[in-house]
């Protein structure tokens, strides 16, 4: 087990009806005016957005509001955030939705307290020092933004698609009410599911070896998240599969999953690679949904490098699957390995997830845009499980159509 520097600082409230009490957990963090950012319709139209206003009112706070953070949020909305917040002398920003809000909110920010333009955080021509206290009322469980140290933005005039990391704007307080899930489309549901299984599975094939304390968590918060899902698809109001749902999401993505796999103390476990190949979609194409993008993107990436450490994946297929090797020849290797893979894309795809980049349409023209960004982003090689070449990235999205 490699050393490791472990933080979840946000306070999580979770259950049935929690989100009326998002007044009462931003008054105790003496706010007092607060920046409400949220998506397109979806907090209004499924009520959440009514309840948490009038759950401020009650509580006696001032608020304005910043509606119409699209998904995959970009870089000049975050800029009208930091204005608005500016001029009205907000103190806390208080996000209402899924990644896209929360991480709008957490670049609004930091980017407040900053003279300098927030992309330069992006672009590492400036360091985040401070930021404004960050609290999230999740209504999507997906990206995991309610307790990590990212902020993903997206910026449409450079076709770029950045993260960068920080402990001052994770969220103080993460309103947890699975109920508000209830509404979610299927397919927003099986992205999300997605999105964490591959938050998962980016630290459990980190370079190192076994940690098995780390990969049970790991494997046993997949096979979880994998009922669940299948439950909310039959039953989109079942409580205890939303939660499930919901609490996974999180712990897939607050580092728990990669205690003592990362290579130095304070670095995140893993290389990333499938969310570094899928941000260039993303980034290029913002109507793909990430976790979309990841369903096709994880299997084609983990078809390509098992080879690199093949007792790795027969531990998975084994561990979330139950597929054993009938012997430990090369071919009954490769057949478990192969087993355990199309496992995982199969459920991707039952549960209405696409298989390809065509079912996303995209187009084998646009890999040398993909791989443009993809140099610029990452260098010639990244990745950690086997350092992928632009060549390996190339037969990735190619093997992906
Ligand atoms: O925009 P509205 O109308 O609110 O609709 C949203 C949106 O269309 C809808 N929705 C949310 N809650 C709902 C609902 N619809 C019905 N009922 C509800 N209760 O769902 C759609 C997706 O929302 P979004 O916030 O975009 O989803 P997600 O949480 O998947 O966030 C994706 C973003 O997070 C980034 C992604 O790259 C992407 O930009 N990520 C952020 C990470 C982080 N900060 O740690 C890590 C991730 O790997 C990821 O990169
Ligand atoms: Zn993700």
């Avoid at 770029?160 to 307080?173: A, M, S, T």
């Avoid at 993303?282 to 490098?305: D, F, K, Q």
Wanted: charged fraction near 25%.
């Amino acid at each position: 087990m490699n050393d490791f520097v472990f933080q979840s600082p946000t306070k999580f409230v979770f259950g049935r009806g929690y989100v009326d009490r998002t007044g009462a957990e931003v008054k105790a963090l003496n706010a007092k005016r607060v920046l409400l950012v949220c998506g397109g319709s979806s907090a209004r139209s499924t009520g959440v957005l009514q309840r948490v206003e009038k759950s401020l009112a009650d509580a006696g706070i001032k608020f304005l509001e910043l509606g119409g953070v699209r998904p995959n949020p970009e870089v000049k909305f975050v800029r009208q955030g930091i204005d608005l917040a500016r001029d009205n002398r907000i103190d806390l920003i208080l996000a209402v939705g899924g990644g896209s809000a929360i991480d709008c909110a957490k670049a609004i920010s930091f980017g407040v307290p900053s003279n300098r333009d927030v992309w330069d955080f992006f672009e590492g021509r400036a360091r985040i020092k401070k930021a404004l206290p960050v609290v999230a009322v999740l209504t999507i469980p997906a990206a995991g933004s309610e307790a990590s140290g990212s902020c993903v933005i997206s910026n449409d005039a450079l076709q770029l698609k950045r993260g960068v990391n920080g402990d001052v704007f994770r969220p103080r307080v993460a309103i947890m009410d699975p109920e508000v899930t209830f509404t979610l489309p299927p397919y927003q549901t099986a992205a999300g599911v997605t999105d964490m299984i591959c938050h998962i599975c980016e630290r459990y094939f980190s370079g190192t070896g076994s940690v098995p304390v780390t990969d049970g968590i790991c494997t046993s918060l997949i096979r979880s998240v994998m009922d669940a899902a299948r439950t909310v698809m039959q039953a989109p109001d079942d409580y205890d599969a939303r939660a499930t749902i919901m609490w996974v999401g999180t712990l897939a993505h607050n580092d728990l999953c990669g205690c003592g796999r990362a290579t130095a103390p304070q670095k995140r476990a893993g290389g990333w690679e499938s969310h570094g190949l899928e941000h260039e979609i993303s980034a290029h194409n913002p109507e793909v949904t990430h976790g979309a993008g990841l369903a096709v993107i994880l299997p084609a990436w983990m078809r390509h490098v098992w080879r690199a450490h093949p007792e790795r994946f027969l531990a998975f297929a084994r561990d979330v699957f139950g597929v054993e090797p009938a012997d430990q020849t090369e071919e009954a290797v490769a057949q478990a390995v192969t087993r355990g893979i199309d496992e995982l894309q199969g459920f991707f795809v039952q549960m209405g997830m696409p298989r390809t980049l065509d079912d996303l349409d995209c187009g084998r023209d646009e890999i040398d845009a993909w791989l443009r960004t993809l140099r610029r982003n990452k260098g010639e090689r990244f990745g950690e499980f086997m350092p992928l070449t632009m060549d390996d990235a190339r037969a990735i999205y190619e093997s992906a159509f």
